[in-house]
């Protein structure tokens, strides 16, 4: 976003200060408890490698380039699912091509959910997947990464300052299914890698993303232009 700014000559770099939107991040660091009580309640086995998303199922949120993907994947992976989490006015048209495509056993829809769910059922998750066309942070990706879970994302706005590619999980082209079908099939393939990009993810940004380290530095931020502002 600062970029952005900058780049339209709102005003120079120099000017900004970049403060993450800060969380509760002990219930994602808990969301492995309740792993196996949850999978069963949604209908996945233990050996299920489940891929999730989460976000309203409407425009620019890149669902159908998951259903498009999950069609190839699908073909050599016999125990990969997709968990949607969310509900919107594309849901009908949504079930209507996974059924065409024949992938019903395939896809879970959780319907709309309260907040207080989203650890459990990332926790539930082997890989979180984010192909919107269009989002600042979405606060899915650094919940999955905090909760050990690798991310898969199209290379949008401020994707790129938490899934680093190789390291945390898969940053690819928008709307490119073949590469997204190739990352979902390479995590797939590879539980080892599956936790140590997950692992990575939460050693990286549980801290960053701390509400606590939200609300001191916005408060210093103040100091600082308090004391600007005095010296002026």
């Known amino acids: 976003m600062t970029d ?5 000559k709102v005003a120079s770099q120099d000017k900004f200060t970049t403060i993450y ?15 196996e009580s949850v999978r069963k309640e949604l209908g996945f086995s233990s050996s299920d ?8 199922l409407f425009h620019l949120k890149g669902h159908r380039y998951i259903i498009e993907a999950a069609e190839q994947v699908c073909r050599n992976q016999p125990n990969v699912k997709f968990l949607f989490v ?14 065409k495509r024949g992938m019903e056993n395939r896809f879970v829809f959780t319907g709309l959910v309260p907040p207080s769910q989203v650890p459990d059922l990332i926790g539930a998750m082997d890989v979180l997947v984010h192909t919107s066309l269009r989002e600042g942070l979405a606060r899915a990706l650094p919940q999955a990464l905090i ?16 899934v680093l590619d ?10 490119e299914i073949d590469s997204l079908a190739n990352a979902m099939s390479t995590l797939a393939n590879s539980a080892q890698m599956r936790n140590e990009l997950g692992q990575k993810g939460r ?17 210093e931020l103040y100091v600082r ?5 005095k010296r002026r």
Do not use: C, W
């Open 21 to 35: 939107s800060g969380m509760d991040v002990e219930p994602f660091l808990r969301s492995a408890n309740s792993r």
């Open 147 to 162: 909760s050990g879970k690798p991310v898969i994302s199209y290379d949008i706005d401020g994707a790129r300052e938490v």
């Open 4 to 8: 952005l700014m900058v780049k339209a």
């Open 166 to 175: 190789g390291k945390t999980g898969f940053l690819i082209p928008p709307k």
């Open 203 to 219: 050693e990286l940004f549980t801290e960053q993303f701390r509400h606590e380290i939200m609300t001191r530095r916005i408060r």
């Open 86 to 99: 969310g509900d919107g006015i594309l849901r009908e048209q949504f079930t209507s091509e996974i059924a």
């Open 49 to 56: 490698v489940v891929f999730g998303k989460i976000a309203r």
């Open 225 to 229: 232009v308090a004391l600007l502002s």
